[in-house]
């Protein structure tokens, strides 16, 4: 991801970054460390994981270029300040299907909600999503990035083949 973030900075100075998902914060306020004139944007599902977030911005120092929203996905950002103005777009969503929830180690998700790993019945419902709502509000040349898990990386190549050629 840095090396894009990297590209993208270099040839945007006034760089606008919206992280969905974004629990803790973590890759809102590294983005935001790494490019100090970056404006970054982030948001959650859950409220307590939106406050953590801000905590850490605050604790970095970061209030004045990372703002943190409460809501589902992009639709804290449903405005037209982020339709197609966003450079880069990432979201680490939750992507273990709900069958294998029930099969994961307790020291994996006994210090987090469900919510922040159950992807539905596949374990790409949110990526869906994020793929299918992405365009409307990313510039052209904008990136998104996202993590899948293991094994998923064919099936979202091929929902945004299809999203792709649905556009054309």
């Known amino acids: 991801m840095w090396d894009k973030s990297d590209e993208l900075a270099a040839s945007t100075p006034s760089l606008l970054a919206v992280d969905v998902c974004t629990g803790s914060g973590n890759l809102a306020v590294a983005l935001a ?20 977030a801000r905590r850490n911005v605050q604790h970095l120092n970061l209030q004045d270029r990372v703002q943190v929203r409460v809501g589902d996905l992009l639709a804290p950002f449903d405005s037209p300040e ?32 469900a919510l922040a790993f159950d992807g539905g019945a596949l374990g790409v419902r949110i990526i869906q999503r994020l793929i299918t709502e992405a365009p409307r509000y990313l510039k052209p040349g904008g990136w998104l990035l996202f993590e899948v898990g293991l094994g998923r990386g064919q099936q979202c190549r091929i929902a945004s083949s299809r999203l792709a050629n649905s556009k054309q």
């Open 33 to 52: 460390s790494r490019h100090p004139a970056a404006r970054v944007f982030a948001a959650d599902l859950s409220p307590e994981a939106c406050e953590l």
């Open 82 to 113: 982020f339709h197609g103005r966003v450079d880069l777009l990432s979201c680490n969503p939750p992507y273990i299907s709900t069958a294998r929830m029930a099969g994961m180690p307790a020291e994996i998700i006994s210090h987090e909600p």
